[in-house]
């Protein structure tokens, strides 16, 4: 009589190369993916602002006027320059560390602070600035 082991090594190993080709079939997702497009640029406009303002919550706090609980009517003299002001947005905290402005680095993209730096600066524009006929001498 033969040994059961002579037929029975071999037909495991066939087994398990199987077992084997077989994973590697059910794992693999087909071909890897396109690589990724290269980003448009998005182009924003002063028309944007009032949207970016409201989306990221500075209606809450400065008020749609910048005349909130905090208000923006002061900016020039707190920010003298756009880079300064742009800083502050984007991380309030370490100019002012008890500040309950959150922090919108990594969050805001430098085409939306663009914009919102010139409509903070245009809340805080004398009303001559904005059209306001009677302002003027």
Do not use: Q
């Not at 087909?30 to 970016?52: S, Y």
């Not at 805001?108 to 010139?118: F, N, T």
């Amino acid at each position: 009589m033969r040994d059961p082991r002579v037929v029975l090594v071999p037909l495991a190993g066939l087994a398990l190369a199987g077992a084997v080709w077989a994973g590697s079939v059910w794992l693999d997702d087909g071909p890897p993916p396109p690589p990724p497009r290269p980003a448009v640029p998005v182009v924003l406009t002063a028309a944007d602002a009032p949207r970016l303002y409201a989306r990221y919550g500075c209606l809450g706090c400065h008020g749609a006027a910048g005349d909130g609980n905090f208000p923006l009517t002061k900016s020039r003299e707190h920010f003298p320059t756009d880079a300064a002001l742009a800083a502050f947005i984007l991380d309030a905290r370490a100019t002012k560390p008890d500040t309950t402005m959150p922090t919108w680095a990594h969050v805001i993209s430098d085409a939306e602070l663009a914009v919102l730096v010139a409509h903070v600066r245009s809340l805080d524009a004398p009303p001559a600035a904005v059209g306001n006929p009677a302002a003027t001498p």
